[in-house]
């Protein structure tokens, strides 16, 4: 089964500390994003990377740290710099080739809880 | 990326066809419309593309008049599974990021 697995779904931490959300994708895709997104919100995209050891800063990549080790993997840690962290955290995947890299695919999303 | 504007919310009931328009008044030549659909607490899933006139799969027909500021996304027969929010985004291909809205909270009731 092809797809993009996030976890855990649902991860609540203390303020201050660090913490690290997974996603894996099996569908051989180039690009890899991380967006959050809060209450009655939309998305809005904190990272992205269209290649192995590469990445860009989206629109609000203050307080969050990436990397892409492997074409499969894009983890994004939260830190305690992040002054609110609190958020559905949803990762994504496209293959940019041709228009299909409009077309990205997410996974379930972690709802992170920092109190 | 060209800015989109689109009904903050939609009522319809079961059975009916819904037809959702967006606004793109500033589309460029090289741009494509898309289409998502969200449902409460999971990630956002492509529903549809095009560039002109109309394009249909087996979930939904987008329907792009020639000059391409406007598209319409319609739902045939709408369930109540098909409650959720709906995204439209204008773009060209080669842009390495999307843009998300509020979209389309579309409300389906028995």
């Known amino acids: 089964d092809g797809g993009i697995t996030q976890s855990p779904k649902y991860l609540f931490r203390k303020e201050g500390q660090n913490v690290t959300l997974s996603c894996e994708q099996n569908l051989n895709h180039d690009a890899m994003y991380w967006y959050r997104q809060d209450p009655g919100q939309g998305l809005r995209l904190i990272y992205y990377s269209q290649i192995v050891n590469d990445f860009q800063k989206g629109d609000i990549a203050e307080g969050y740290s990436v990397s892409r080790e492997k074409k499969e993997s894009f983890p994004l840690t939260v830190t305690s710099a992040q002054k609110n962290p609190t958020a559905f955290y949803l990762c994504?995947?496209?293959?940019?080739?041709?228009?299909?890299?409009?077309?990205?695919?997410f996974g379930p999303g972690t709802r992170l809880t920092v109190t | 990326l060209a800015k989109t504007t689109q009904p903050i919310s939609m009522d319809s009931y079961e059975g009916q066809e819904v037809n959702i328009t967006c606004s793109h008044n500033?589309?460029?030549?090289?741009?494509?419309i898309t289409w998502y659909q969200q449902f409460p607490s999971q990630g956002p899933r492509f529903i549809i593309q095009g560039y002109k006139t109309k394009v249909t799969n087996e979930v939904a027909s987008l329907f792009i008049p020639a000059d391409r500021k406007s598209s319409t996304l319609s739902l045939p027969r709408v369930s109540l599974s098909d409650t959720a929010v709906y995204y439209c985004?204008?773009?060209?291909?080669?842009?390495?990021?999307?843009?998300f809205g509020k979209g389309t909270m579309l409300l389906v009731s028995p």
């Open positions: 500033n589309i460029a030549t090289n741009d494509y």
């Open positions: 994504a995947s496209s293959p940019r080739r041709d228009r299909r890299a409009y077309e990205q695919y």
């Open positions: 985004l204008v773009g060209d291909s080669g842009y390495s990021t999307l843009t």
